[in-house]
């Protein structure tokens, strides 16, 4: 789901409760992340769902944001919001004290012929549960990842770094990139306001990818999944393998 909110009249007080496989984990989108913001403060968190409580102030209107995980809106205190969605189109709620909806995350259609991140070659799965499969993924010389898409959330480690690159369905191959040992992908690097700065990040366009300097062991990585665009992956460099936590 995305939109943004515009307050039409008083102060609005709700409380949300986000739910996730792994409450921590958020991915990267092209529009903002509704969680944590200004007029947002974080209530609790465990490792199931994160509880905010959010004032909408008179005359306040949001970035457009998208919801990476499914979320209950308990609205607290009376009022009239507008939502808008990216293509325009927008409705006026009159919030009711007391009010309880659910608001679906954002989820990515299967495309036909397009198959998701795994299985896949050179990725031998470690173990699952009902909530994750855990994959040991090699990257080799001349093997290259067929085109595929992320549908769903993954978090990765790197166990050894080395250089890949990606090639985006029908384009020429993107610039080689560098990943880590001990580099995270798919978690949030530190924000600054809660006491850490962050450690670096991968900038991408399409799927792929750009080294930093900086990134290294125990550096977060926030990767853009699900990925829009269906690509390849191919080994660049060196020995790069990546314990993968893939979320049902």
């Known amino acids: 789901m ?25 991915n990267a989108s092209k529009y903002a992340a509704p969680y944590p913001r ?25 970035a457009m944001y998208e919801l990476p995980l499914d979320q209950v809106v308990v609205t607290l205190t009376e009022g009239a919001v507008r939502f808008t969605t ?11 004290f007391g009010a309880v909806r659910f608001e679906p995350a954002r989820k990515t259609p299967p495309v036909a012929g397009i ?11 470690l173990f699952e549960t009902d909530r994750i499969n855990v994959w040991d993924q090699v990257w080799l010389a001349n093997q290259t990842i067929t085109n595929h ?18 090639r985006d369905l029908g384009k020429p191959s993107n610039a080689p990139f560098e990943r880590h040992q001990g580099e995270l992908l798919g978690v949030p690097p ?13 900038a991408r366009g399409g799927s792929g990818g750009r080294g930093d300097a ?16 269906p690509h390849e992956e ?15």
């Open 86 to 96: 990216p293509n325009g189109a927008s409705r006026v709620s009159q919030e009711k």
């Open 38 to 62: 200004d007029g947002v403060l974080k209530l609790g968190e465990s490792d199931r769902v994160i509880a905010w409580e959010v004032l909408r102030e008179k005359g306040a209107v949001s």
């Open 2 to 26: 995305r939109r943004r909110f515009d307050n039409l009249g008083v102060g609005i007080a709700v409380a949300l409760i986000v739910f996730s496989s792994s409450a921590s984990a958020q």
């Open 149 to 166: 898409l992320h549908y769903t959330q993954t978090v990765g480690v790197f166990l050894s770094g080395g250089k890949l690159l990606t």
């Open 115 to 125: 198959p998701g991140q795994f299985p896949r070659i050179n990725a031998v799965k």
């Open 234 to 248: 191919e080994w660049a460099g060196g020995a790069p393998r990546d314990i993968w936590s893939e979320f049902k």
């Open 190 to 202: 530190p924000r600054a306001t809660e006491g850490a700065a962050s450690a670096g990040g991968a």
């Open 214 to 229: 900086a990134i290294g062991r125990g550096a977060a990585t926030a990767a853009p999944a699900p990925m829009m665009t």
